[in-house]
């Protein structure tokens, strides 16, 4: 069962970044912004296994340097 709509989305931002951001990097930024989430969590996050909670939602976008909404989908762009 997914439990997230985001996890593909956190794995593409990452994948497409110059140059690509690392879960541990990802780890890393967050840790940075306060949010501690580590490797193990975001792996889980982008199987879709992890819920996501809103506030963790934000710092994730932050760090990734993408729209809150553009992780739900909801941005096409």
Do not use: C, H
Not at 44 to 52: D, F
Not at 54 to 59: F, N, Q, S
Request: no cysteine; net charge positive; charged share 35%.
């Amino acid at each position: 069962m997914n439990r997230n709509v985001v996890g593909a989305k956190v794995r593409e931002a990452r994948k497409k970044a110059k140059p690509p951001i690392t879960q541990k990097d990802l780890a890393a930024r967050l840790e940075v912004l306060g949010l501690e989430i580590d490797q193990a969590k975001i792996s889980k996050i982008e199987q879709g296994i992890r819920p996501v909670f809103d506030y963790e939602l934000a710092k994730i976008a932050e760090a990734l340097k993408v729209s809150v909404e553009w992780l739900l989908g909801a941005d096409k762009t």
